[in-house]
Nanobody
Framework: QLQASGGGLVQTGGSLRLSCAASGRTFSTYVMSWFRQAPGKEREFVAAISRGGSSTRYADSVNGRFTISRDNAKNTMYLQMNSLKPEDTAAYYC?????????????????WGQGTQVTVSS
């Protein structure tokens, strides 16, 4: 089970850190990711991280502003979001995969948490 938290209202240029807590003892065996969905738009890939944390992937729209990380000892994944823009406003979802590679599409992730809302005011 995945539980996302940390969303909120922030001004343009501000920062937020999202967390995704996982239950169970096998967190380190999952590739983890963040997706987001804005109103009226499809859910899109944001960032992903390998099992051990050594490999990451980012959407072009967030590369250089967002940082994904994980703490396997705490069964938790994070998304540090800096220099936030109004277009970052969306519900953010964490997801887990058991693939040997890092998927960047929704279909690669069978396990999903509930969303946490991020709103960036202009």
């Amino acid at each position: 089970q995945l539980q996302a938290s940390g969303g909120g209202l922030v001004q343009t240029g501000g920062s937020l850190r999202l967390s995704c807590a996982a239950s169970g003892r096998t967190f380190s065996t999952y590739v983890m990711s963040w997706f987001r969905q804005a109103p009226g738009k499809e859910r899109e890939f944001v960032a992903a991280i390998s099992r051990g944390g050594s490999s990451t992937r980012y959407a072009d729209s967030v590369n250089g502003r967002f940082t994904i990380s994980r703490d396997n000892a705490k069964n938790t994944m994070y998304l540090q979001m800096n220099s936030l823009k109004p277009e970052d406003t969306a519900a953010y979802y964490c997801a887990a995969a058991t693939t040997p590679y890092i998927p960047i599409t929704q279909s690669g992730y069978p396990y999903w948490g509930q969303g946490t809302q991020v709103t960036v005011s202009s």
